[in-house]
Protein backbone atom coordinates (compact mmCIF):
# COMPACT_ATOMS: atom_id res chain seq x y z
CA UNK A 1 0.00 0.00 0.00
CA UNK A 2 1.40 3.95 -0.44
CA UNK A 3 3.04 4.99 2.20
CA UNK A 4 1.16 8.21 4.01
CA UNK A 5 3.81 10.26 3.02
CA UNK A 6 3.17 9.44 -0.75
CA UNK A 7 -0.29 10.05 -0.16
CA UNK A 8 -0.31 13.30 1.81
CA UNK A 9 0.31 15.74 -1.33
CA UNK A 10 -3.23 14.69 -2.60
CA UNK A 11 -4.75 14.71 0.83
CA UNK A 12 -3.02 18.41 0.83
CA UNK A 13 -4.61 19.31 -2.66
CA UNK A 14 -8.10 18.15 -1.82
CA UNK A 15 -7.78 20.41 1.94
CA UNK A 16 -6.74 22.97 0.00
CA UNK A 17 -9.87 22.65 -2.76
CA UNK A 18 -12.18 22.47 -0.36
CA UNK A 19 -10.86 25.46 1.69
CA UNK A 20 -10.63 27.53 -1.33
CA UNK A 21 -13.45 26.54 -2.84
CA UNK A 22 -12.76 27.45 -6.57
CA UNK A 23 -13.30 25.38 -9.70
CA UNK A 24 -9.74 26.08 -10.90
CA UNK A 25 -8.73 24.22 -6.76
CA UNK A 26 -11.17 21.23 -7.21
CA UNK A 27 -9.78 20.83 -10.73
CA UNK A 28 -6.61 20.62 -9.19
CA UNK A 29 -7.54 18.47 -7.13
CA UNK A 30 -9.23 15.78 -9.53
CA UNK A 31 -6.44 16.03 -11.25
CA UNK A 32 -4.45 14.67 -8.71
CA UNK A 33 -6.71 11.66 -8.11
CA UNK A 34 -7.09 11.20 -11.57
CA UNK A 35 -3.37 10.93 -11.96
CA UNK A 36 -2.52 9.24 -9.03
CA UNK A 37 -5.02 6.20 -9.65
CA UNK A 38 -3.62 6.06 -12.99
CA UNK A 39 -0.25 5.60 -11.47
CA UNK A 40 -1.53 2.91 -8.65
CA UNK A 41 -3.90 1.11 -10.95
CA UNK A 42 -0.71 0.63 -13.53
CA UNK A 43 1.69 -0.79 -11.18
CA UNK A 44 -0.82 -2.46 -9.26
CA UNK A 45 -0.09 -6.32 -8.72
CA UNK A 46 -2.27 -7.30 -5.32
CA UNK A 47 -3.87 -10.75 -6.25
CA UNK A 48 -8.25 -10.01 -6.66
CA UNK A 49 -8.91 -12.02 -3.62
CA UNK A 50 -7.34 -10.04 -0.96
CA UNK A 51 -9.38 -7.26 1.09
CA UNK A 52 -10.87 -4.37 -1.20
CA UNK A 53 -8.85 -1.76 1.00
CA UNK A 54 -6.05 -3.56 1.89
CA UNK A 55 -4.22 -1.29 -1.02
CA UNK A 56 -4.81 2.31 -2.73
CA UNK A 57 -7.79 1.94 -5.18
CA UNK A 58 -11.19 3.67 -5.96
CA UNK A 59 -14.33 1.49 -4.86
CA UNK A 60 -18.38 1.95 -5.33
CA UNK A 61 -20.03 0.30 -2.63
CA UNK A 62 -23.55 -0.67 -2.03
CA UNK A 63 -25.34 1.47 1.15
CA UNK A 64 -27.30 -1.57 2.77
CA UNK A 65 -29.19 0.84 5.68
CA UNK A 66 -28.60 3.80 7.42
CA UNK A 67 -29.78 4.50 11.53
CA UNK A 68 -30.45 8.19 13.47
CA UNK A 69 -28.22 8.28 16.17
CA UNK A 70 -29.27 11.34 17.16
CA UNK A 71 -30.69 14.60 16.17
CA UNK A 72 -27.86 15.15 13.58
CA UNK A 73 -25.59 12.06 13.54
CA UNK A 74 -26.65 9.23 10.94
CA UNK A 75 -24.72 5.52 10.82
CA UNK A 76 -24.52 4.20 7.33
CA UNK A 77 -23.65 0.86 6.55
CA UNK A 78 -22.45 -0.56 3.36
CA UNK A 79 -21.56 -3.36 1.64
CA UNK A 80 -18.58 -4.89 0.52
CA UNK A 81 -18.18 -6.87 -2.56
CA UNK A 82 -17.45 -10.17 -0.99
CA UNK A 83 -19.25 -10.90 2.34
CA UNK A 84 -16.90 -13.46 3.82
CA UNK A 85 -13.48 -10.90 3.92
CA UNK A 86 -13.25 -7.43 6.34
CA UNK A 87 -12.17 -4.12 4.65
CA UNK A 88 -8.49 -4.99 4.46
CA UNK A 89 -8.40 -1.63 6.49
CA UNK A 90 -5.70 -1.45 9.85
CA UNK A 91 -5.42 0.61 12.90
CA UNK A 92 -5.61 3.83 12.02
CA UNK A 93 -7.29 3.85 8.88
CA UNK A 94 -10.15 6.58 7.18
CA UNK A 95 -11.72 6.40 3.57
CA UNK A 96 -11.56 9.38 1.41
CA UNK A 97 -15.49 9.55 -0.20
CA UNK A 98 -16.00 10.71 -3.27
CA UNK A 99 -19.33 12.31 -4.83
CA UNK A 100 -21.43 14.44 -7.29
CA UNK A 101 -24.37 16.02 -5.38
CA UNK A 102 -26.98 17.56 -7.15
CA UNK A 103 -25.69 17.11 -10.83
CA UNK A 104 -22.28 18.80 -10.25
CA UNK A 105 -19.60 18.15 -12.79
CA UNK A 106 -16.53 18.49 -10.18
CA UNK A 107 -16.76 15.82 -7.27
CA UNK A 108 -16.95 16.75 -3.12
CA UNK A 109 -14.03 15.06 -1.58
CA UNK A 110 -14.33 14.44 2.41
CA UNK A 111 -12.60 11.58 4.81
CA UNK A 112 -14.26 9.96 7.14
CA UNK A 113 -13.59 7.05 9.57
CA UNK A 114 -15.24 3.48 9.91
CA UNK A 115 -17.27 2.67 13.37
CA UNK A 116 -17.27 -1.20 12.47
CA UNK A 117 -14.75 -3.14 14.45
CA UNK A 118 -12.14 -3.62 10.95
CA UNK A 119 -11.99 -7.41 11.33
CA UNK A 120 -15.55 -7.86 10.90
CA UNK A 121 -16.32 -9.14 7.24
CA UNK A 122 -18.91 -7.95 4.62
CA UNK A 123 -19.13 -4.15 5.67
CA UNK A 124 -18.39 -0.90 7.14
CA UNK A 125 -20.27 1.74 8.88
CA UNK A 126 -19.56 5.65 8.94
CA UNK A 127 -21.17 7.68 11.47
CA UNK A 128 -22.11 11.06 9.65
CA UNK A 129 -22.20 14.71 11.47
CA UNK A 130 -24.74 17.20 9.28
CA UNK A 131 -23.43 20.16 9.24
CA UNK A 132 -25.78 22.96 8.19
CA UNK A 133 -24.70 23.53 4.27
CA UNK A 134 -21.88 20.31 4.73
CA UNK A 135 -22.06 19.13 1.15
CA UNK A 136 -20.84 15.87 2.01
CA UNK A 137 -22.80 15.23 4.98
CA UNK A 138 -25.77 16.66 3.56
CA UNK A 139 -25.50 13.99 0.29
CA UNK A 140 -24.92 11.13 2.63
CA UNK A 141 -27.68 11.96 4.58
CA UNK A 142 -29.72 11.99 1.65
CA UNK A 143 -28.83 8.74 0.74
CA UNK A 144 -31.48 5.29 0.94
CA UNK A 145 -30.54 1.96 0.45
CA UNK A 146 -29.43 0.92 -2.40
CA UNK A 147 -27.60 4.19 -3.32
CA UNK A 148 -24.04 3.78 -3.85
CA UNK A 149 -20.72 6.02 -3.09
CA UNK A 150 -17.47 5.95 -4.23
CA UNK A 151 -14.28 5.25 -1.73
CA UNK A 152 -10.32 5.11 -1.35
CA UNK A 153 -8.13 4.41 1.80
CA UNK A 154 -6.61 6.89 3.74
CA UNK A 155 -4.13 5.15 5.94
CA UNK A 156 -3.03 7.77 9.06
CA UNK A 157 -1.05 6.86 11.44
CA UNK A 158 0.29 3.34 11.66
CA UNK A 159 -0.56 2.05 15.18
CA UNK A 160 2.16 -0.58 17.01
CA UNK A 161 0.70 -2.32 19.69
CA UNK A 162 2.67 -1.46 23.29
CA UNK A 163 4.62 1.01 21.97
CA UNK A 164 3.55 3.40 24.41
CA UNK A 165 2.37 2.67 27.90
CA UNK A 166 -0.44 5.09 27.75
CA UNK A 167 -2.51 7.00 24.80
CA UNK A 168 -4.34 10.11 25.03
CA UNK A 169 -7.12 10.43 23.31
CA UNK A 170 -8.95 14.42 22.56
CA UNK A 171 -11.63 14.81 20.70
CA UNK A 172 -14.12 17.71 20.08
CA UNK A 173 -17.36 16.85 18.17
CA UNK A 174 -17.69 14.24 15.16
CA UNK A 175 -13.37 14.00 15.36
CA UNK A 176 -14.33 11.57 17.79
CA UNK A 177 -14.76 8.47 14.97
CA UNK A 178 -11.32 7.73 14.91
CA UNK A 179 -10.47 7.75 18.79
CA UNK A 180 -12.92 5.17 18.65
CA UNK A 181 -12.07 3.32 16.04
CA UNK A 182 -8.22 3.51 17.74
CA UNK A 183 -9.41 2.88 21.15
CA UNK A 184 -11.78 -0.40 20.32
CA UNK A 185 -9.02 -2.08 18.04
CA UNK A 186 -6.32 -1.18 21.23
CA UNK A 187 -8.79 -2.73 23.81
CA UNK A 188 -9.74 -5.52 21.63
CA UNK A 189 -6.49 -6.88 21.13
CA UNK A 190 -5.44 -9.49 23.72
CA UNK A 191 -1.45 -8.67 23.13
CA UNK A 192 -1.58 -4.79 23.46
CA UNK A 193 -1.65 -3.66 26.82
CA UNK A 194 -1.91 -0.17 25.85
CA UNK A 195 -4.02 2.28 28.56
CA UNK A 196 -6.34 4.73 26.98
CA UNK A 197 -7.61 7.63 28.28
CA UNK A 198 -10.11 9.63 26.47
CA UNK A 199 -11.41 13.02 26.67
CA UNK A 200 -14.60 14.15 24.23
CA UNK A 201 -16.02 17.57 24.05
CA UNK A 202 -19.22 18.20 22.41
CA UNK A 203 -21.96 21.01 22.09
CA UNK A 204 -24.78 19.19 24.21
CA UNK A 205 -25.47 15.93 26.19
CA UNK A 206 -27.08 14.61 22.87
CA UNK A 207 -23.85 15.04 21.13
CA UNK A 208 -22.27 12.16 23.15
CA UNK A 209 -23.61 9.57 20.93
CA UNK A 210 -21.31 6.31 21.44
CA UNK A 211 -21.48 6.81 25.51
CA UNK A 212 -23.07 3.31 25.55
CA UNK A 213 -20.13 1.95 23.86
CA UNK A 214 -17.39 3.53 25.77
CA UNK A 215 -19.13 2.47 28.76
CA UNK A 216 -19.25 -1.10 27.99
CA UNK A 217 -15.47 -0.81 26.99
CA UNK A 218 -14.94 0.82 30.53
CA UNK A 219 -16.58 -1.75 32.29
CA UNK A 220 -14.66 -4.69 30.24
CA UNK A 221 -11.58 -2.82 30.66
CA UNK A 222 -11.22 -1.32 34.05
CA UNK A 223 -8.00 0.06 34.65
CA UNK A 224 -7.27 0.55 31.08
CA UNK A 225 -9.81 3.05 29.72
CA UNK A 226 -11.61 5.64 30.75
CA UNK A 227 -13.77 7.93 29.24
CA UNK A 228 -13.92 11.67 30.24
CA UNK A 229 -16.84 14.18 28.73
CA UNK A 230 -17.50 17.53 28.87
CA UNK A 231 -20.21 19.69 27.29
CA UNK A 232 -20.91 23.19 26.58
CA UNK A 233 -24.48 23.25 26.99
CA UNK A 234 -25.24 20.41 29.03
CA UNK A 235 -29.28 19.84 30.17
CA UNK A 236 -30.28 20.28 33.69
CA UNK A 237 -29.33 17.38 35.36
CA UNK A 238 -26.22 16.31 33.45
CA UNK A 239 -23.55 14.33 34.80
CA UNK A 240 -21.50 15.71 33.05
CA UNK A 241 -18.73 18.58 33.04
CA UNK A 242 -19.65 21.58 31.91
CA UNK A 243 -16.98 23.58 29.35
CA UNK A 244 -14.52 23.25 26.90
CA UNK A 245 -11.42 20.75 27.01
CA UNK A 246 -8.74 23.30 28.91
CA UNK A 247 -5.72 23.11 30.45
CA UNK A 248 -7.48 22.82 33.77
CA UNK A 249 -9.93 19.82 32.48
CA UNK A 250 -6.72 17.90 30.88
CA UNK A 251 -5.08 18.46 34.75
CA UNK A 252 -7.92 16.85 36.55
CA UNK A 253 -8.34 13.83 33.66
CA UNK A 254 -4.93 13.01 34.70
CA UNK A 255 -2.87 13.99 31.65
CA UNK A 256 0.01 15.94 32.40
CA UNK A 257 2.96 15.46 31.19
CA UNK A 258 4.88 15.57 34.50
CA UNK A 259 2.94 12.65 36.13
CA UNK A 260 4.72 9.77 36.37
CA UNK A 261 2.07 7.46 34.46
CA UNK A 262 2.36 9.97 31.54
CA UNK A 263 6.23 9.35 31.07
CA UNK A 264 5.67 7.46 28.08
CA UNK A 265 2.30 8.89 26.21
CA UNK A 266 1.12 9.12 22.73
CA UNK A 267 -1.05 12.16 22.43
CA UNK A 268 -4.01 12.05 19.48
CA UNK A 269 -5.73 15.01 18.61
CA UNK A 270 -9.00 15.33 16.42
CA UNK A 271 -11.73 17.87 16.56
CA UNK A 272 -12.55 21.34 15.26
CA UNK A 273 -9.82 23.95 14.17
CA UNK A 274 -10.37 26.05 16.98
CA UNK A 275 -9.97 23.83 19.48
CA UNK A 276 -6.99 21.91 17.99
CA UNK A 277 -5.56 25.32 17.75
CA UNK A 278 -6.23 26.06 21.45
CA UNK A 279 -4.33 22.18 22.01
CA UNK A 280 -1.44 22.55 19.41
CA UNK A 281 -0.90 26.62 19.43
CA UNK A 282 1.81 27.67 17.06
CA UNK A 283 4.75 25.90 16.50
CA UNK A 284 4.53 23.78 19.34
CA UNK A 285 2.50 26.17 21.78
CA UNK A 286 -0.73 26.29 22.84
CA UNK A 287 -1.89 24.01 25.95
CA UNK A 288 -0.56 21.06 25.50
CA UNK A 289 2.72 22.71 25.43
CA UNK A 290 1.93 24.17 28.67
CA UNK A 291 1.41 20.74 30.10
CA UNK A 292 4.69 19.77 29.32
CA UNK A 293 3.88 17.40 25.94
CA UNK A 294 6.63 17.68 23.06
CA UNK A 295 5.85 18.20 19.39
CA UNK A 296 6.72 14.80 18.72
CA UNK A 297 4.32 13.07 21.46
CA UNK A 298 1.66 15.20 19.98
CA UNK A 299 -0.36 13.82 16.57
CA UNK A 300 -3.52 15.37 14.49
CA UNK A 301 -5.69 13.08 12.49
Known amino acids: MPSTTTLRPLLRA ?6 MGTQVALAAAVAGIGAYAWYWRSSNTNK ?6 SSFGFHTLRLDSTELINHNTKK ?9 KPSGLSLTSALLTISFPNGRWLPVLRPYTPVNDLNEPGYIELMVKLYPNGKQSTHLHSLKPGDTLTFAPIKELAWTPNKHEHVALIAGGAGITPMYQLARGILHNPDDRTRVT ?3 GVNTDEDIFLK ?15 AVYVVVTPGAGSPHQKG ?4 QLLEKAGLAASEAQNRDIKVLVCGPPAMEKALKGKKGGGV ?10 VYSF
Open 212 to 226: NEFAALEKLHPGRFR
Open 244 to 247: FVTR
Open 76 to 84: LRFELPDAS
Open 14 to 19: THRANV
Open 198 to 200: LVW
Open 288 to 297: LAELGYRPDQ
Open 48 to 53: PDKPIF
